[in-house]
């Protein structure tokens, strides 16, 4: 008896051999390769190494001097001579007989030699291609289809919202007041994202998962971040182009925007500088969101903006309300609303931001509602409104399932402050909250997940929880609704929000 090891299409194995002046039987057990040794024959191509499927048969010869066999191909390969077939019972289970006769010897190149030959390169490129071309067609039939039908959804909504939005606001508004930035925003960011998404993945600024995040998301382990960098600034710039740069409300909103993307690209920043997805502590990160609210408010309080009504000094402490409670004047406690709206609405936008295409789709559909609910007050601001949701459509391109890159800090906490800009400078809090209601409740889950724990462990000891993992949409991927299916369900309900608020705002003004 004697042993040679041979390589069987990755796989290396030792195979038992016995020998006898005749003829050589090999015994392979099929249970070993269950795919290698189907009930058809195969064929050994000594060039490459490897063993194709086919009925032609090979041969297996002896070295003279070790005693070891060499593989050749048959009469109609490389070299004449004779050959044996691989026999395979009818059952799978069955061990598969080798018949060999005694041949000349053919020399197999090592596996060093084989991997550098170009014939490798090419077979390696070749599965690359061909795996990238299937997890494109996995990301066609389910992350297009969800984000196609949202911007099917944005695009009848603003211009049916267009077509009547005069009767509805009795102000001479442009043609397509609302779908020329949504539009003209939406097709630069995506065209913008096909620029910055292979710059960032080559300068390695990758995510960095958190070990307690779901096990499934171990597979997005080295998407590119910081996505909020090529998105957010043209939603601004659009806005700043269409409103004209004398908006004295646009141009607060975009400097408060500004403001809280800077404070993400710093945690982002020292996320990927220490390898961890922990950035800036939770207290200096809240420190500098209040900082942040507090120097607009004090910057709003002095600020004039021109509305429809002529309020010019009375605005900013107003708060339009639906019918029959009017318009509540808040004095200086509208200040501190408006620090708790960008604190809330961007750490909500931050929480929501764990799914392929979940933040960015509602944070559109809430910019729409926003545009609409404050049309009424301060055009400019509707603008601003839509050009950010169609750069947020934009970013959806390289966002959906399965994601490209990641927005990151510094997009989620841009979108929120814009949003709390908005309402900030129109006095729409009541909308805003309606809007950002899947925000809202990804915060809401988070609370009531510590307190739960915390009231648990005086009480009883032990910590318990409501949910399986806090926010909410990583409780329903660890029940078992797959990734698409959640975002899906975000968006009808944020849709179905915006609306709402839409209306209320309207209906308010």
Request: hydrophobic content about 50%; proline content about 5%; overall charge positive.
């Amino acid at each position: 008896m004697c042993s040679t090891r041979l390589v069987l299409l990755g796989f290396h194995q030792t195979l038992s051999i016995s020998a006898s002046p005749a003829s050589t039987r090999v015994r392979i057990s099929s249970a070993s390769f269950p795919s290698i040794f189907p009930r058809r024959g195969f064929r050994f191509d000594a060039q490459r190494c490897r063993l194709r499927r086919s009925f032609v048969p090979f041969a297996l010869s002896f070295d003279e001097d070790s005693g070891l066999p060499t593989l050749m191909e048959d009469s109609n390969g490389v070299s004449g001579g004779n050959s044996s077939y691989l026999a395979s019972s009818e059952d799978e289970d069955s061990d598969a007989d080798l018949i060999v006769h005694p041949t000349a010897d053919v020399e197999l190149r090592s596996n060093k030699e084989r991997f550098e030959t170009p014939d490798s390169s090419i077979t390696v490129a070749a599965h690359r291609f061909a795996t990238l071309r299937g997890r494109r067609k996995k990301r066609t039939q389910k992350g297009i289809l969800i984000s196609m039908s949202l911007v099917a959804f944005l695009l009848m909504f603003l211009l049916f919202f267009d077509w009547c939005s005069w009767r509805i606001v009795r102000m001479p508004l442009e043609p397509f007041f609302l779908t020329h930035p949504f539009t003209l925003s939406a097709a630069l960011s995506t065209f913008a994202g096909f620029i910055f998404v292979p710059i960032v993945d080559s300068m390695r600024i990758h995510q960095v998962l958190r070990k307690e995040g779901p096990a499934s998301h171990m597979s997005k382990r080295g998407t590119p971040t910081m996505g909020g960098l090529f998105f957010v600034p043209i939603g601004i710039i659009v806005a700043s182009i269409k409103a004209g740069e004398r908006s004295t409300a646009v141009s607060g909103a975009a400097v408060a925007t500004i403001a809280f993307a800077a404070i993400g690209l710093l945690d982002d920043l020292l996320s990927c500088i220490k390898s961890h997805n922990y950035g800036l502590p939770g207290w200096a990160k809240l420190g500098l969101q209040v900082i942040a609210a507090t120097w607009f408010s004090f910057w709003l309080d002095s600020a004039h903006i021109s509305t429809p009504y002529n309020m010019y000094s009375f605005l900013k402490f107003l708060v339009p309300l639906p019918p029959p409670m009017g318009i509540m004047y808040l004095g200086k406690f509208y200040l501190v609303m408006t620090v708790f709206c960008f604190a809330s609405m961007t750490n909500g936008v931050n929480l929501t931001d764990g799914l392929d295409g979940l933040a960015g789709g509602c944070a559109a559909l809430a910019f729409i509602g926003m545009s609409v609910a404050v049309l009424a007050i301060c055009p400019d601001l509707a603008v601003f409104g839509s050009s950010m949701a169609g750069a947020c459509v934009g970013f959806l391109f390289h966002n959906r399932y399965r994601a490209s890159i990641f927005m990151g800090d510094t997009g989620s906490l841009a979108l929120g402050g814009a949003l709390a800009a908005m309402a900030a400078l129109s006095g729409m809090f009541f909308p805003l909250f309606i809007a950002s209601g899947t925000f809202l409740v990804e915060v809401l889950s988070v609370i009531v997940q510590v307190l739960f724990k915390k009231a648990t462990e005086v009480l009883y000891g032990t910590r318990r929880c409501i949910f399986r993992m806090a926010p909410i949409h990583h409780h329903f991927e660890l029940c078992g609704i797959r990734e698409p299916i959640i975002v899906a369900g975000a968006y009808v309900l944020s849709f179905i929000l915006a609306i709402f608020a839409g209306y209320v705002g309207l209906f308010s003004a």
